[in-house]
């Protein structure tokens, strides 16, 4: 029962049905399913297996964020069970796009993925200040500031919320990740990022990998 519980909220998600991931949730709720077990075994599980659907060019980015729209709905069902059963998150990332731009979609998309591999997320939202970046680090004290740049011109600003975090003494006690269409991974050497994700998908392995760092 279990089994056949957890199998239909993996195949949900990895559908992207998400007008019954909610349903899912809540049944395996009701057949007493620990919250940690439905999050590892049902969702996690299936945002991995999309993630190598998507690697492997199975999935396309269409894909990928309805099973992350999917698990956005299933997580509104999870989470206050979560909160209740004080669940360790994997790590917590804040994240937002850089100063000047106001492209979100593909941050939207880091987003829930990072959700759906169990981080906490703070997101900002696009055409966020250096400064914000400060206080929010400040305030949650993350293990990941992700920033995220979808055009040449707003580029700079990266370097710009690096140079804030350093000034304020906060870059040495976190983890920076950059992306975005016109990111590569020398412009994130360049101004000493400590990792590039070219996709959502992969900026979730790299976020994984540098928790264990």
Known sequence: MEEELLDELFATILDGDIQSAPGAVQAALDAGLGPQKILNEGMIAAMDRVGELYECGDYY?????????SLQAALGV?????QQSDVQAAGTVVIGTVKGDMHDIGKNLVTMMLEGAGFKVVDLGPDVHPSRFVAAVQEHNPDIVALSALLTTTMPAMQTTLDALAAAGLRQQIKVIVGGAPVNDEYAEHIHADGYAPDASQAVALAKALMTL
């Open 61 to 69: 980015v269409a894909e990928m964020f309805t099973s992350a729209k």
């Open 78 to 82: 999870l989470r206050p069970h979560l």
